[in-house]
């Protein structure tokens, strides 16, 4: 604006320069006409005299060298003239200003020289005897008075010029100064020019629908961020250059990369094959789908493209954590792998045995032995199906009895009770300790949880070893602990006890099902507690209920 203003002001003061030079000019030249006639009319009047009193001798014997000096007889034919030769010249009757003069008594007439750079001023008298005395003057013209002070003039110019820069640039700082100091934000009431006063207006009114906007786009922001931060999955948002424009907190976590830097590429966030396939294929237009793992952690990503107006602007990625569904899937299969096995070893045995008593290859004193064979199969049968069934009930976290105040040390002695036969078959010695206050909870979960606890402390025993149920309050709640001096877990085994059919004895030797353990995690986290393990290979094994208080 400053710089339209600055020409502005420049053309305007050098266009009124210029007109006043050629005013100037044009007057001047006018006022320099008027004074030549004034004084060639009083010049002509002087030597009219002359001519009246003396006649040609005045002019003969004066010498006139500045004006031209001509004498015309009334019938046109020249009498008299300082520069030419009057018998050569032609009659004057004809000219303008001596027409002019025998009819009025005097006449003028301005004529251009044909050389264009000069003109002629003629005045013409009437003398009293009817003849005509003219005097003419040469004047320069506008342009030979313009080049006859072009010097001047463009020094006059110059300077002008000069001094026209230096106002524009200071007129133009001074007018422009108030309007660079309206604060846009705020423009305030007093204005230095009224003029800007619908500007202004409408600055403030852009400003309060800025303000408007603004406020709407933080809320939709917080709100976005509010919505995508407390999201488990994890969301991406790239443009059309895989540059990340949005994303959560998830997202990062299940990529297992750090904050992006600003524009940083997607693909700086993870380099897996998968991940890279799945961004290829989403900004190619299509959908993709890909499973990710790493570690223990798996995690599947959807990439989705994104279009405006039939054009491809970017994509956006769906990050959801299944590594609980995988490990699920896999518990699933390895169940149903272990569920046949297991089922398929008892019911193999009974077959057998139900084939050798068909065909009669049994003797008669043999029969009661092949029949407790199959007794003894058709129980582990039911008893793994049974343990198949609490499992099934605990996972679907259905009722699975009343809640009660249970007495552990009752439960304590029961379960001791029913393994005093096991226990000494195997050698080896029961026994319980303390005491602990009642917890609320299912009496067939708890009895089933501690029950197989000590089941397999005897089961898992030497010969001449002990089991100790050690009962116990404390900080955390009640405390149930039983102790063995069995062969003891390795602690690479350790982590993998509580999974179904998991066996540290590979060899089946004890005769359990494998679920043992397994009912009791359950258990627990169906009642609301939690078991912890320590053992050593060879030194035995230690499992702790903890029950939460009981309220």
């Known amino acids: 604006m400053k710089k339209q203003i600055f020409h502005a002001i420049l053309t305007v003061a050098l266009s009124v320069l210029l007109a006043s ?147 524009a640039e200071r007129l133009s700082a001074r007018l422009v100064e108030p309007i660079n100091a309206i604060d846009l934000t705020d423009p305030g009431e007093e204005l230095a020019y009224e003029e800007l006063a619908p500007l202004v207006g409408r600055i403030r009114s852009q400003n309060r629908e800025i303000r408007r906007q603004v406020d709407t786009l933080r809320q939709r922001q917080e709100e976005f961020h509010a919505i995508t931060s407390h999201m488990s999955e994890g969301l991406l948002v790239i443009d059309r250059e895989t540059r990340v424009l949005s994303h959560n907190e998830a997202a990062l976590r299940l990529l297992g990369a750090g904050e992006p830097a600003e524009e940083a590429s997607v693909l700086e966030l993870n380099r897996e094959g998968g991940f890279r396939r799945c961004v290829e294929e989403a900004l190619a237009g299509h959908r993709c789908e890909e499973l990710l793992e790493r570690g223990d952690t798996c995690c599947r990503v959807f990439a989705n493209p994104v279009e405006q107006d039939g054009a491809l602007t970017g994509a956006v990625l769906i990050l959801m954590d299944v590594t609980e569904k995988e490990r699920r899937e896999t518990l699933r299969r390895e169940f149903t792998a272990n569920v046949s096995h297991e089922l398929k070893t008892p019911l193999t045995s009974i077959l057998g045995t139900a084939e050798i008593m068909e065909n009669g290859l049994v003797r008669p004193e043999d029969v009661s032995h092949f029949a407790g064979n199959i007794h003894r199969e058709a129980q582990r049968l039911i008893g793994l199906v049974n343990d198949i069934i609490k499992l099934s009930r605990l996972d679907e976290g259905g009722p699975a009895g009343q809640w009660e105040t ?60 002990s089991v100790t149920v050690t009962l116990s309050s404390g ?54 507690a939690r078991v912890e393990l320590e053992s050593e290979p060879e030194k035995g094994s230690r499992f702790t209920l903890i029950f939460p208080k009981s309220t």
Request: with cysteine; aromatic share 8%; proline share 2%.
């Open 406 to 465: 249970v007495s552990l040390r009752t439960v304590a002695e029961g379960v001791l009770g029913q393994l005093a036969l096991a226990a000494e078959r195997k050698q080896v010695s029961l026994s319980q300790e303390g005491d602990c206050g009642p917890v609320r909870g299912v009496p067939q979960i708890v009895e089933e949880i501690i029950y197989n606890l000590c089941d397999n402390a005897v089961a898992y025993n030497c010969p001449g070893g």
């Open 21 to 167: 030079l050629v005013l100037i000019v044009g007057v001047l030249h006018g006022y320099f006409q008027d004074r030549v006639l004034e004084e060639l009319a009083q010049s002509t009047a002087y030597i009219a005299r002359g001519i009246e009193n003396e006649g040609m001798a005045y002019l003969e014997s004066s010498g006139f060298r500045g004006s031209r000096i001509t004498w015309v007889d009334r019938d046109g034919t020249v009498l008299y003239d300082n520069r030419e030769d009057p018998a050569a010249m032609e009659e004057h009757a004809d000219r303008e200003e001596i027409r002019e003069a025998m009819l009025l008594g005097h006449g003028t007439a301005v004529r251009q020289s044909t050389t264009l750079a000069q003109k002629t001023v003629y005045y013409a008298l009437r003398l009293s005897d009817g003849s005509v005395l003219r005097l003419a003057e040469t004047q320069y013209s506008v342009w030979m008075l313009v080049i006859q002070a072009l010097q001047p003039v463009t020094l006059v110019m110059v300077l002008a010029f000069c001094l026209a820069l230096w106002l």
């Open 475 to 528: 900080g955390e709640g009640e405390r149930v602990t039983v102790t063995d001096t069995g062969i003891g877990i390795p602690r690479e085994a350790q982590a993998r006890v509580f999974e179904r059919f998991y066996r540290v004895d590979k060899s089946h030797s004890s005769g359990g099902t494998g679920l043992g353990l397994s009912i009791v995690k359950h258990g627990a986290a169906y009642l609301g």
